[in-house]
């Protein structure tokens, strides 16, 4: 059975670091282009920042803007998100997300179920 | 404000047909094909319910089909259940640096 299982979520004060893992079973992992998407509370999807498979390229919204990093071990079958200099309005639970058929880390089938990460003081 | 627009809201009778419509602009929808649509009810994460504009992912029931025109993609769902009301969103891949963009959201009710 394909699976995401996601962790690292937590309470952490503004201006703070957070590194979230996503662990992938039941799929050739490095086959597939992975992306984070996060969803604030009572809010819409957002996309955040995805991931080729070999993890040669990556992709990140504007609003990032140098604060996350994406990256993956495809030996650990894991895909991680490093979450830098966080802001209240990045409060959100955020998904792990396989993609449909291939590199381009922009169609997703399977998702995990999510990580919440809150930002206060 | 989410960058591809969708309405807030649309409601639909048992057996009925409804669309949503998804629309964007010729940097996102109107030049990509990368269209998808996801269900999500309450609580849960996201399905993929169709991808590259029209695509169905196998699992997927035959009453849900996609669509486009211009800069505008459309969701149809016919013969409504009730098993169907949820949020439904749709994506687009994007011209600018950002690679993907998500719809605002809409919320379906069977009545």
């Known amino acids: 059975e394909v699976q995401l299982l996601e962790s690292g979520g937590g309470l952490v004060q503004p201006g703070g670091s957070l590194r979230l893992s996503c662990a992938a079973s039941?799929?050739?992992?490095?086959?597939?282009?992975m992306t984070w998407v996060r969803q604030a509370p009572g809010k819409g999807l957002e996309w955040v920042s995805g991931i080729s498979g070999s993890g040669g390229r990556t992709y990140h919204a504007d609003f990032v803007k140098g604060r996350f990093t994406i990256s993956r071990d495809n030996s650990k079958n894991t895909l991680y998100l490093q979450l830098n200099s966080l802001r209240a309005e990045d409060t959100a639970l955020y998904y792990c997300?396989?993609?449909?058929?291939?590199?381009?880390?922009?169609?997703?089938?399977?998702w995990g179920q999510g990580t919440m990460v809150t930002v206060s003081s | 404000q989410s960058a591809l627009t969708q309405p807030a809201s649309v409601s639909g009778s048992p057996g009925q047909s409804i669309t949503i419509s998804c629309t964007g602009t010729?940097?996102?929808?109107?030049?990509?094909?990368?269209v998808s649509w996801y269900q999500q009810h309450p609580g849960k994460a996201p399905k993929l319910m169709i991808s590259?504009?029209?695509n169905r992912p196998s699992g997927v029931s035959n009453r849900f089909s996609g669509s486009k025109s211009g800069n505008t993609a459309s969701l149809t769902i016919s013969g409504l259940q009730a098993e169907d009301e949820a949020d439904y969103y749709c994506s687009s891949d994007t011209s600018s640096s950002t690679l993907v963009v998500f719809g605002g959201g809409t919320k379906l009710t069977v009545l």
């Open positions: 590259d504009v029209s």
């Open positions: 039941g799929f050739t992992f490095s086959s597939y282009a």
């Open positions: 010729s940097s996102d929808v109107g030049s990509h094909n990368s």
């Open positions: 997300a396989k993609d449909y058929v291939g590199n381009i880390p922009d169609t997703f089938d399977v």
